[in-house]
């Protein structure tokens, strides 16, 4: 019961470029979502959240955007760099009940020169 | 900046032994988690814990599993008796308040 998805396992975006990476959830529960990239050997990094009372967060070159009636949320990097190259974790919690986080199975960025 | 340390980086044990996954979380955080990630697959919960005792665990934390807080840096996981299908990356995460987590570098577990 995978509540979390990520149905792209990757993406390969030229440098400069926008990257689109997409997450999709069941749970209509879910009210906080977070993006966390990881390089080989590293844990999750923080990137980005949101907070389901909006429909955009934007932090430099990074901006999320929730849709909360199609249950999907994006994350946009513009303009991609090649130090962006990293597996991205779509995240999702319900504050009500805890603060586990249920994970996308991630999506691998790779940004060419 | 702080940052959550995990060690060992690399545990090989065979099966049926116990091992312990030690994390260092962030020294002002309150809430600390387990999660673990099976080789291609995604990162799962495996527990949380908070006001030193656990506020929620997943299925997967079942008998043969354990946390503990034992001197007020430290968290570690336990596992009593090691399955194959223990074999995992088991990173740490901890959060001040709970929103963010942030996440160590993960012990890779090896069962043999």
């Known amino acids: 019961d995978q509540q979390v998805k990520q149905n792209s396992p990757s993406l390969s975006v030229q440098e400069g470029r926008i990257s689109i990476l997409n997450c999709d959830y069941t749970n209509s529960m879910f009210d906080y979502f977070l993006w966390y990239k990881k390089y080989p050997a590293e844990g999750p990094t923080f990137l980005i959240s949101?907070?389901?009372?909006?429909d955009k967060n934007e932090d430099g070159r990074f901006t999320v955007f929730l849709n909360k009636s199609a249950k999907h949320l994006s994350l946009h990097i513009v303009p991609s760099q090649p130090g962006d190259s990293a597996v991205y974790f779509c995240?999702?919690?319900?504050?009500?009940?805890?603060?586990?986080?249920?994970f996308g199975t991630g999506t691998s960025l790779t940004v060419i020169p | 900046e702080p940052e959550v340390t995990q060690t060992p980086s690399h545990q090989v044990t065979q099966m049926g032994q116990e091992v312990i996954l030690r994390c260092v979380p962030i020294s002002n955080h309150l809430y600390f988690y387990w999660y673990r990630q099976i080789l291609g697959q995604k990162v799962e919960f495996l527990v949380s814990f908070y006001n030193n005792e656990i506020s929620e665990k997943s299925e997967i934390f079942d008998d043969q599993f354990s946390v503990e807080r034992p001197d007020g840096s430290n968290f570690t996981l336990k596992i009593r008796s090691t399955k194959l299908e223990d074999s995992a990356m088991y990173f740490c995460a901890s959060a001040l308040t709970g929103d963010e987590q942030y996440f160590g570098p993960g012990t890779r577990l090896t069962v043999t």
């Open positions: 995240a999702a919690s319900d504050e009500n009940t805890g603060n586990q986080f249920y």
């Open positions: 949101i907070s389901s009372i909006k």
